[in-house]
């Protein structure tokens, strides 16, 4: 006779029970086929915005290249505002300028000035689609950068 307890034919030892409560935890801890083998990152909601505020950061930085040229007497203020345009995009996570047209003609002063107010009003839409609230502000200190240029060109001073 067998031991008690133990049904026709079938015995489970403590180290065959093991195994299977083993097997079952490795199975239930296995991906199955549908599975990703790593989670997606979570997308950058303000990527888009970084992207589009860089473009313009160094379309910007075009134009005073296109200004530098031409005006060499003007060379050392022009070329603190447009290196200020490089931070800019840098600090956006842009450190090559993308495939921005070059200036067609050498702009002179006041449009400058116009394509920094332009740039400074752009910054006002770009901080209201930020996301991230420390986006919004390193586009509101962008935004004010570009105003101040563009006072600086109109007048002279800041």
């Known amino acids: 006779m067998g031991n008690p307890g133990q049904e026709a034919g079938l015995r489970l030892t403590r180290r065959a029970t093991l ?5 079952a935890g490795v199975a239930a801890c296995s991906p199955g ?3 990703d083998p790593e989670p997606s990152p979570t997308p950058d909601p303000d990527a888009l ?21 031409t005006e060499p007497g003007q060379a050392k203020a022009l070329a603190t505002m447009r290196d ?3 931070e800019h995009a840098s600090a956006l996570g842009s450190t090559t300028p993308g495939a921005s047209a070059p ?10 000035a116009a394509a920094e107010e332009e ?9 209201s689609r930020a ?5 919004a502000r390193l586009l509101a200190l962008i935004g004010a950068s570009e105003a101040g240029h563009a006072a600086y060109l109109r007048t002279g001073s800041a």
């Open 103 to 112: 200036a067609s003609a050498a702009p002179d002063r006041a449009q400058l």
């Open 49 to 69: 915005t970084r992207e589009d505020v860089a473009a313009q950061e160094w379309a910007l930085v075009a134009l005073y290249d296109a200004a530098i040229a």
């Open 33 to 35: 086929d549908n599975a």
């Open 84 to 86: 200020q345009h490089v």
């Open 19 to 23: 195994a299977l409560l083993v097997g």
């Open 119 to 127: 740039a400074s009003r752009a910054r006002v839409t770009s901080c």
């Open 131 to 135: 996301v991230d609230a420390e986006l």
